[in-house]
C-alpha cells in the first residue's frame, strides 16, 4: 500500500550511514521498539547501556551514543523530541499505531 511505501522511505536515510553508524541506528531504534510505547524517556533508553555494551564493547560512552542517535532519529522525523528528556515515536498514520 502507499502507506507501507511512505513508511519504507522514511528509513533510507539508512542506506546512506556506513555500516557502523547504521548498526547503532538500528540498534537504538531496536530499543526504542522493545519499549512497546510510543512515548518513552531518556531514562527508559538508559536502561538498554548493558545491552548495548554487549554488542559495541569498543565504545565507552554509550549513553553519549544514546543521545546522539536519539537525535539522529528526531533528525529523520522517526522520533519527536516532547521536551525535557521524553521522546515520542512519530506515526504518519493512525492506522499505523498498534
Do not use: M
Not at 15 to 38: E, F, I, Q
Amino acid at each position: 500500500t502507499r502507506e507501507v511505501g511512505v513508511q519504507y522511505r522514511r528509513f533510507q536515510f539508512l542506506n546512506k550511514k556506513d555500516w557502523r553508524s547504521r548498526g547503532w541506528t538500528a540498534d537504538v531504534l531496536a530499543c526504542v521498539g522493545k519499549l512497546g510505547k510510543p512515548q518513552f524517556t531518556l531514562h527508559d533508553i538508559y536502561a538498554f547501556e548493558g545491552e548495548l555494551n554487549a554488542l559495541h564493547p569498543r565504545n565507552f560512552h554509550i549513553r553519549d551514543k544514546l543521545r546522539q542517535q536519539l537525535q539522529v532519529l528526531r533528525d529523520h522525523q522517526i522520533l519527536s523530541f516532547v521536551g525535557r528528556g521524553v521522546y515520542k515515536l512519530r506515526t504518519l498514520s493512525p492506522r499505523l499505531t498498534s
